[in-house]
């Protein structure tokens, strides 16, 4: 296959790059300071800042492939999934963007260069659509040389007026439709739908027609030119914007069908068949049906290969299953997959490998699930690097609702079994699914929707909503803890951790605290506070809070929540009501803590200094953890940074923190601060006031962190590691002051101890160690050597060493050798079945200490009969061990050599 996903998404990314676009990685699906949005929905969520002018792009041109969650709010695709070839919950978006560069002439001729000549679709097969008043693109579209005449098609707002909101930056947008059947075949996404042709081409120019694949939108280009006001009035732009958005998963099934001579939907694109194949697997081995050969579980299919995407992604990026928000979108779709396998005949199991891939052993057969991670990794390395959390995190969610599900379904049939087709199922049963036996109400409607069966969604919410008013009664209970003190009675805690490091001041509210997995810890708020709330990357300040009568609480995290500055911890002496509301307290950081983070943080900046200055001002920071001991600092960058270039950074900083510049705070505007050339952030939300940190003549940054007062206060920066985190995303992780005196006093020790072992000093010691390693190599060849002249002995003259026998017609051939290792093991056996074609090989190994190796081969004739793993289970307890392994070759290690003998002599017996 030509045009794989990979190769279409590498494709776009490398034609804008060539003419100019910074390649950005994908924002993460939690939007970075934006409480608006519960995910990235559209390619332009991480750059809405730069539209609405609140922040200025570094770069004026740049392309990504965006990760993007349409679960929620009017952007809610959930029920459709599966049920068609084209919805999804997780896609990716390719995009390419203009801020205030160029505008609509680049922008259709890159495309239209784009799709016909790097993807080379038939022009003739191709339409564009502008909108009605938009004569500047319908010019544009004109100068296409090789365009069908009457290809272009004036459309309402409607369907080419692209707006943010009801105010704010908007504007036409111009998109390019493929017809992908010319010959009116009209090809249907599902049975008995169909395509009326002359619906694509009356006045309502409703070019896509819902339920029909045959036109289908190949990208969307949006001219950003107008902001509208409350009135609807439209005024232009200073400066005039494009943003573009072409459907990854859609552009990879108009090209494999073209390749392939026939329609393909989404879900029948390489990148898709690859996980249906995985759930394939899991199916036959229930000896359930294979996809395509049932309609109504060919959407179970579909379904579990798309949510599968969407959690994998998701816990990649941090999120884990609960019942708040985000939290609960999670847990939806990991319940979700699960009942749709049920519906397959799977286990809750089967999930985790899905997404993360994995082995199953069946029988003596071992199957092989890729599953997500291994069908995505290469474009997201990040889901590598999770694969463990993701398949954890899976399994732990998914097997408890499995332990509810069957009582649940029990309730549904008992219900359905009733009542006839067209009944609605009560709220109060839809809610006691829900409540009890965790039913999502989506899920709920989804089992019922193919019976004909409707659900009372108001009477469930209504139920609902009587829960959660109860659930706020009783966190308004005064009983001893309560959370009135939350944004709604106006309540609020000031930061004045800057200048102090212990203050008096008065609780304003207490509660139990919302952390996952801390149902005995407390939330205190107090009306002031020195505590470091955690953000900007910096870990939150752990103290103690004391009263007057002697109280203490004992504080091991800071965050801010609502506008409020939560203190989390424990109370080590005293009782619940020497905290209540209104007793004043005194509170105290942990210094020497802060003192390393402040360290850490400064050297984050001074960091992120030396890397625009050695590697290019196209870096920019991606995230960081600044943390007591240590910090990490992610920066977009393609490529590893070589050691050399390493060594470079870190000899800055640290001239740097010789330099011993003084470090600055000041407040200002936020337009005046980057006038000042302040560095913002990318993906991070800032206010009309700032906090402007700068360290001499090279560092400024916006941040509300806190830092040192001369950058000699660092003492000294060691760079520990450089890696990659995800595409076109560096981390450096490192230590300062103490930290890094301590880790060159442990490597200074580590080179003692070898020199100690090695009889010698520096230079010395390592010319001794090259010796030694070039002499077990060369033993380790002879060893080889030694090894191939015992396994040769098994074809020739040492046959006399082989034990034949026989069994039920099948013959036995054992053999025992000594400190054969179980690589070689495998070897001997390949060339005894070449001597013995039709035979079960026994070979047996004493190796060192005592221990032992069996190897079991069975020749390709018997394995119909006896199979090597099920022999293998049965004797490698008599050796003390334990093994396994595939019908025709099985191994075993155990600790008593002592019985290899008898081990060998049972192969016949069992056989």
Request: hydrophobic letters at 40%; charged letters at 30%; a negative charge.
């Amino acid at each position: 296959m030509r045009w794989t996903t990979d190769e279409i998404r590498k494709s776009f990314l490398d034609f804008f790059a060539e003419r100019g676009h910074r390649i950005v990685p994908s924002a993460p699906l939690i939007p970075k300071g934006d409480p608006t949005l519960l995910f990235t929905n559209a390619g332009m969520v991480p750059f809405k800042d730069f539209f609405l002018g609140l922040r200025t792009a570094s770069d004026v041109r740049v392309v990504d492939c965006q990760k993007c969650l349409r679960i929620s709010g009017k952007h809610n695709d959930l029920e459709a999934v599966g049920r068609d070839s084209y919805h999804h919950t997780f896609f990716e978006m390719l995009g390419n963007w203009s801020f205030g560069d160029y505008y609509k002439a680049e922008a259709i001729r890159w495309h239209w260069e784009l799709v016909t000549k790097v993807w080379e679709i038939p022009a003739a097969r191709l339409w564009a659509t502008v909108y009605q008043d938009d004569d500047d693109a319908y010019a544009e579209w004109e100068k296409i040389p090789n365009l069908p005449p009457g290809r272009i098609l004036r459309c309402g707002e409607k369907d080419n007026f692209w707006e943010m909101g009801e105010t704010g930056p908007c504007g036409p947008c111009s998109e390019i439709h493929i017809d992908r059947e010319p010959d009116g075949s009209r090809p249907t996404d599902s049975p008995g739908e169909a395509c009326d042709q002359n619906a694509h081409r009356g006045a309502s120019c409703a070019v896509n027609v819902e339920g029909c694949a045959r036109f289908i939108e190949l990208g969307n280009l949006v001219f950003i030119q107008y902001n509208r006001d409350a009135a609807g009035k439209l005024t232009p732009l200073p400066k005039q914007h494009v943003d573009t958005g072409t459907g990854l998963e859609r552009v990879a099934a108009v090209l494999q069908s073209i390749e392939a001579g026939r329609y393909l939907g989404n879900y029948d694109i390489d990148l898709f068949q690859r996980i249906i194949a995985d759930i394939g697997k899991a199916v036959r081995l229930t000896d359930g049906p294979d996809y395509g050969k049932s309609t109504e579980l060919d959407v179970s299919y579909r379904a579990i290969a798309d949510h599968a995407r969407a959690i994998s992604f998701l816990i990649a990026d941090g999120l884990r299953p609960g019942n708040n928000d985000r939290q609960y979108v999670l847990r939806r779709l990991i319940r979700r997959a699960v009942a749709h396998g049920h519906k397959l005949g799977l286990k809750p199991s089967f999930l985790p490998e899905i997404c993360a891939g994995g082995v199953e052993t069946v029988g003596t057969r071992d199957v092989i699930f890729g599953g997500v991670v291994s069908a995505m990794r290469v474009a997201y390395p990040e889901l590598s690097k999770q694969s463990s959390d993701i398949k954890a995190v899976t399994l732990e969610e998914a097997t408890r609702f499995g332990e509810t599900l069957d009582r649940g379904l029990d309730l549904l049939n008992s219900w359905r079994k009733v009542f006839r087709r067209g009944a609605v199922l009560p709220g109060e049963v839809a809610f006691k699914l829900h409540d009890t036996f965790g039913f999502p109400i989506d899920l709920t409607q989804d089992i019922l929707r193919d019976d004909g069966f409707e659900v009372d969604v108001a009477g469930f919410e209504r139920l609902m909503e009587e829960q959660r008013t109860r659930g706020r009664a009783d966190r308004l209970d005064p009983r001893p803890y309560d959370r009135s003190f939350s944004a709604e009675t106006g309540a609020g805690s000031r930061f004045i951790g800057y200048e102090q490091d212990s203050a008096g001041s008065t609780v304003v509210g207490v509660g139990t605290s919302s952390e996952q997995g801390t149902d005995e810890l407390v939330e205190l708020v107090t009306s002031e506070t020195p505590f470091y709330p955690e953000g900007g990357g910096q870990v939150g300040d752990r103290g103690v809070i004391e009263t007057a009568s002697g109280a203490l609480f004992e504080v091991t995290n800071s965050r801010r929540q609502d506008g409020l500055i939560l203190h989390i911890g424990r109370i080590l002496r005293g009782a619940p009501g020497d905290f209540a509301r209104g007793a004043r307290v005194t509170l105290k950081i942990d210094r020497a803590r802060r003192d390393a983070s402040m360290i850490n943080h400064s050297a984050t900046h001074i960091l992120h200094y030396a890397l625009r200055d050695l590697l290019g001002g196209e870096v920019h920071q991606a995230g960081s953890l600044v943390a007591p001991e240590r910090l990490r600092f992610d920066f977009s960058h393609n490529g590893p940074v070589g050691a050399e270039r390493l060594a470079a950074i870190e000899e800055e900083i640290n001239a740097r923190i010789r330099e011993n510049a003084p470090v600055t705070t000041e407040e200002m505007a936020y337009g005046d601060a980057l006038k000042a050339g302040a560095l913002a952030f990318f993906g991070d939300k800032y206010g009309d006031l700032v906090r402007v940190v700068r360290m001499g003549d090279f560092s400024t940054e916006l941040c509300g962190g806190t830092h040192v007062a001369r950058t000699g206060d660092a003492g000294l920066f060691k760079l520990e590691a450089e890696s990659g985190v995800a595409a076109g995303v560096r981390r450096i992780e490192a230590v300062t002051g103490q930290g890094a005196l301590d880790a060159i006093r442990r490597r200074e020790k580590i080179l003692d101890d070898l020199g100690n072992q090695l009889g010698a000093r520096d230079g010395a010691a390592l010319e001794r160690l090259e010796r030694l390693i070039a002499r077990e190599k060369e033993l380790e060849k002879k060893l080889r050597a030694l090894e191939q002249k015992l396994i040769a002995g098994a074809r020739g003259g040492a046959a006399d060493a082989e034990k034949i026998g026989e069994a039920k017609g099948i013959k036995i051939v054992t053999r025992k050798v000594e400190g054969v290792e179980p690589k070689a093991l495998r070897e001997m056996a390949d060339r005894m079945r070449e001597k013995h074609p039709s035979a079960v090989i026994g070979i047996g190994s004493a190796l060192d200490g005592g221990k032992a190796a069996i190897l079991i081969a069975v020749t390709a004739d018997l394995t119909g009969r006896v199979k090597a793993g099920d022999l293998i289970k049965q004797i490698a307890p008599l050796i003390g061990g334990t093994g396994g392994g595939k019908p025709d070759l099985a191994q075993a290690g155990g600790s008593n050599a002592a019985k290899l003998d008898e081990a060998l002599a049972r192969i016949a017996a069992i056989v």
